[in-house]
């Protein structure tokens, strides 16, 4: 494909010498050029199909690094990625060793902040805003805000902070979408915000009287604006931004690049903190993700579609647990295609509630429903309950209430990098008293797990990967079937065989523990994998394992792809420390080790983490050594 534009565009500045009709035609190389690339390799494409004109306005008005850029969320830079000199590595976007697919500090220095979650944008060009105040820099912070993110509390609270007099302009995207439909009343307060057309003529009069009063030093322009501002209010009134003491302007097509620069400039030449409300269509020039946004927010790379996966067998089994108990609601936070609950939200409309990007609200939120009888499902991928984690302990565990989390995404997860790793939810949930923990391993045992939750008399985490089911775990430790399983602990070792070597791990990485388990017998050593599905209670699940540890010497590693500092093999081993059976055993943990993880290399995402096959392989033929000598 021929992009005769995009191919002289090598850094932001030679954007600035573009004429209008150039900047058009780079725009529609730039949305040809990330429909193939995006759709060849996997990506989020639709929400950078939407903000092509508004990131090249931005770099031919703005000087970055000088200014500062902050992307929310971050998963719509690519066009900023390709204008910042990075088109040559793009095709390695998402790989390991290439572009991470979110704005990175270490990755350019045009990536003044890097981004993962929402609602933090405009915080952290607070900040920058403020640094820039207290040095003496003319440079601009620029927060580049989808409405979605408006549901999160923390763009609120920001807001709330904002001043007047600082360099910083706040970009407001409107396309009513998150991942999801966008909900809430801000959302739909917001669809009527405007500028009229009859204010947009009074103020451009306005400013031509002004210009010619002779300008008698900054007391009295400062009255004037202020007079205008009051005449502006009574005609027209106010809107929420402007009652925040910013100055709004808007909205204006987001496809239009012209109109968009003028907005740009406008807001310059103001002088004082600007917000501008811009309107884009996600998946903008290209058919089926106008038609779908949501499907085209991340798609795979070509030829590897998704298959069923754990997100979508919990929301079939919760729409069908539904139909047969009238208390249970499903709770999400605008991720009801992530989470697999659109199916619930078709069936059982007036028990589904999209909370929006508000984590907090939706655990604390779950806890009023079920303090009055009802049992909530609340669905929320693993680095996003993060947030919620003061609700957790505070609004469910301390009163002991039934909310049942599906910790979705739990584990480590190759494509959106550290940023989206379910890797800390174990040990910040194993520390909460009254919480119970499965970790299926099958879709059977998820089944399972969930009707056990809903049996519970107290908070219950259920985590589940972003996958389908593993062929060999099916096949280990369920060789007649999981469907009336209960969760609980699995062997593929007989009860009193003697063994070299014990692997006690849970979830998807018991693939990799299986495979270490083939070598090492292959290398005459006599090894078994122990597959946990419940992790806590501890002394319950304590209990089991002595049931079904081998007696003698052998070694036990405790294996997970979770962070190991409060994890589940540090939690185990010391509750399994002090039992007789423990004795002579040479105890070894294999997790996360105090690291964010990052693939470096094209190498799976368990071996970038040190906790692969050949990691555990290696462990134990390290211990195995030790006993010898």
Same mark, same amino acid.
């Given at each position: 494909?021929?992009?005769?534009?995009?191919?002289?565009?090598?850094?932001?500045?030679?954007?600035?010498?573009?004429?209008?009709?150039?900047?058009?035609?780079?725009?529609?190389?730039?949305?040809?050029?990330? *429909?193939?690339?995006?759709?060849?390799? #996997? +990506?989020?494409?639709?929400?950078? %199909?939407?903000?092509? $004109?508004?990131? @090249?306005? !931005?770099?031919?008005?703005?000087?970055?690094?000088?200014?500062?850029?902050?992307?929310?969320?971050?998963?719509?830079?690519?066009?900023?990625?390709?204008?910042?000199?990075?088109?040559?590595?793009?095709?390695?976007?998402?790989?390991?060793?290439?572009?991470?697919?979110?704005?990175?500090?270490?990755?350019?220095?045009?990536?003044?902040?890097?981004?993962?979650?929402?609602?933090?944008?405009?915080?952290?060009?607070?900040?920058?805003?403020?640094?820039?105040?207290?040095?003496?820099?003319?440079?601009?912070?620029?927060?580049? *805000?989808?409405?979605?993110?408006?549901? #999160? +509390?923390?763009?609120?609270?920001? %807001?709330?902070?904002? $001043?007047?007099? @600082?360099? !910083?302009?706040?970009?407001?995207?409107?396309?009513?979408?998150?991942?999801?439909?966008?909900?809430?009343?801000?959302?739909?307060?917001?669809?009527?915000?405007?500028?009229?057309?009859?204010?947009?003529?009074?103020?451009?009069?306005?400013?031509?009287?002004?210009?010619?009063?002779?300008?008698?030093?900054?007391?009295?322009?400062?009255?004037?604006?202020?007079?205008?501002?009051?005449?502006?209010?009574?005609?027209?009134?106010?809107?929420?931004?402007?009652?925040?003491?910013?100055?709004?302007?808007?909205?204006?097509?987001?496809?239009?690049?012209?109109?968009?620069?003028?907005?740009?400039?406008?807001?310059?030449?103001?002088?004082?903190?600007?917000?501008?409300?811009?309107?884009?269509?996600?998946?903008?020039?290209?058919?089926?993700?106008?038609?779908?946004?949501?499907?085209?927010?991340?798609?795979?790379?070509?030829?590897?579609?998704?298959?069923?996966?754990?997100?979508?067998?919990?929301?079939?089994?919760?729409?069908?647990?539904?139909?047969?108990?009238?208390?249970?609601?499903?709770?999400?936070?605008?991720?009801?295609?992530?989470?697999?609950?659109?199916?619930?939200?078709?069936?059982?409309?007036?028990?589904?509630?999209?909370?929006?990007?508000?984590?907090?609200?939706?655990?604390?939120?779950?806890?009023?429903?079920?303090?009055?009888?009802?049992?909530?499902?609340?669905?929320?991928?693993?680095?996003?309950?993060?947030?919620?984690?003061?609700?957790?302990?505070?609004?469910?565990?301390?009163?002991?209430?039934?909310?049942?989390?599906?910790?979705?995404?739990?584990?480590?997860?190759?494509?959106?990098?550290?940023?989206?790793?379910?890797?800390?939810?174990?040990?910040?949930?194993?520390?909460?008293?009254?919480?119970?923990?499965?970790?299926?391993?099958?879709?059977?045992?998820?089944?399972?797990?969930?009707?056990?939750?809903?049996?519970?008399?107290?908070?219950?985490?259920?985590?589940?990967?972003?996958?389908?089911?593993?062929?060999?775990?099916?096949?280990?430790?369920?060789?007649?079937?999981?469907?009336?399983?209960?969760?609980?602990?699995?062997?593929?070792?007989?009860?009193?065989?003697?063994?070299?070597?014990?692997?006690?791990?849970?979830?998807?990485?018991?693939?990799?523990?299986?495979?270490?388990?083939?070598?090492?017998?292959?290398?005459?050593?006599?090894?078994?994998?122990?597959?946990?599905?419940?992790?806590?209670?501890?002394?319950?699940?304590?209990?089991?394992?002595?049931?079904?540890?081998?007696?003698?010497?052998?070694?036990?590693?405790?294996?997970?792809?979770?962070?190991?500092?409060?994890?589940?093999?540090?939690?185990?081993?010391?509750?399994?420390?002090?039992?007789?059976?423990?004795?002579?055993?040479?105890?070894?943990?294999?997790?996360?080790?105090?690291?964010?993880?990052?693939?470096?290399?094209?190498?799976?995402?368990?071996?970038?983490?040190?906790?692969?096959?050949?990691?555990?392989?290696?462990?134990?033929?390290?211990?195995?050594?030790?006993?010898?000598?």
């Amino acid at each position: 494909m021929s992009y005769p534009i995009l191919d002289t565009i090598h850094s932001p500045a030679d954007l600035k010498a573009l004429s209008a009709e150039q900047v058009s035609a780079l725009a529609d190389e730039i949305r040809a050029y990330l *429909i193939h690339e995006v759709t060849a390799h #996997g +990506g989020h494409l639709a929400s950078n %199909l939407g903000v092509i $004109e508004l990131t @090249l306005a !931005l770099h031919r008005v703005f000087t970055t690094p000088h200014d500062h850029i902050i992307f929310d969320v971050g998963h719509q830079c690519y066009v900023h990625k390709l204008l910042t000199g990075r088109r040559d590595r793009f095709p390695t976007l998402r790989q390991g060793g290439g572009l991470s697919g979110f704005t990175l500090r270490t990755e350019s220095e045009h990536d003044c902040f890097g981004a993962g979650h929402s609602s933090t944008s405009l915080s952290a060009a607070l900040g920058f805003a403020q640094a820039d105040r207290l040095r003496g820099s003319d440079a601009y912070s620029i927060a580049v *805000i989808g409405d979605g993110a408006f549901t #999160g +509390g923390m763009i609120h609270e920001a %807001l709330n902070n904002c $001043e007047k007099n @600082l360099r !910083l302009i706040i970009i407001l995207n409107e396309n009513e979408m998150s991942i999801s439909k966008n909900t809430g009343r801000f959302a739909k307060n917001l669809a009527r915000l405007r500028t009229s057309g009859g204010y947009i003529r009074t103020k451009r009069a306005t400013r031509n009287i002004i210009s010619h009063i002779p300008l008698i030093g900054p007391a009295l322009f400062r009255g004037i604006r202020d007079i205008k501002q009051t005449i502006k209010n009574m005609v027209y009134s106010s809107n929420y931004f402007e009652d925040l003491g910013l100055y709004y302007l808007g909205p204006v097509d987001g496809h239009d690049s012209e109109a968009l620069e003028i907005l740009l400039r406008e807001a310059i030449a103001a002088g004082q903190s600007a917000i501008i409300h811009v309107k884009t269509q996600k998946g903008h020039g290209y058919a089926p993700a106008e038609q779908s946004p949501s499907a085209f927010h991340a798609i795979p790379p070509a030829g590897k579609q998704a298959a069923h996966n754990f997100s979508a067998e919990f929301g079939h089994t919760l729409t069908k647990l539904a139909a047969e108990d009238a208390r249970i609601c499903a709770i999400t936070a605008a991720m009801s295609e992530g989470t697999g609950l659109e199916e619930f939200r078709r069936a059982h409309t007036n028990r589904f509630f999209d909370v929006g990007i508000a984590e907090e609200h939706a655990v604390t939120f779950a806890a009023g429903l079920a303090a009055h009888g009802m049992r909530p499902f609340c669905a929320i991928y693993s680095t996003f309950l993060q947030r919620g984690y003061d609700s957790i302990i505070h609004d469910v565990a301390l009163q002991k209430l039934p909310v049942i989390f599906g910790v979705d995404r739990a584990g480590l997860n190759a494509g959106d990098g550290a940023t989206h790793h379910g890797i800390f939810d174990v040990a910040f949930l194993a520390q909460i008293p009254n919480m119970t923990i499965y970790t299926p391993a099958t879709f059977g045992a998820l089944r399972s797990a969930m009707h056990a939750a809903l049996a519970a008399d107290g908070p219950v985490a259920i985590r589940y990967p972003n996958a389908g089911e593993s062929p060999a775990i099916r096949a280990a430790f369920y060789p007649e079937g999981d469907s009336e399983a209960s969760p609980a602990l699995r062997c593929d070792y007989a009860d009193g065989e003697e063994l070299d070597a014990v692997i006690i791990c849970h979830g998807r990485i018991a693939a990799e523990a299986l495979a270490a388990e083939s070598a090492l017998s292959a290398q005459g050593l006599r090894c078994g994998v122990m597959l946990l599905e419940l992790i806590k209670p501890f002394n319950r699940v304590a209990d089991l394992i002595e049931a079904k540890l081998p007696r003698g010497e052998a070694v036990v590693l405790f294996l997970e792809e979770e962070i190991r500092a409060g994890g589940m093999g540090m939690l185990l081993t010391d509750q399994l420390s002090q039992r007789s059976i423990m004795q002579n055993k040479q105890i070894r943990i294999l997790a996360v080790d105090d690291h964010f993880v990052q693939r470096d290399r094209d190498i799976s995402i368990f071996a970038a983490a040190g906790v692969d096959r050949d990691a555990i392989i290696q462990e134990i033929l390290a211990a195995a050594e030790e006993k010898k000598a």
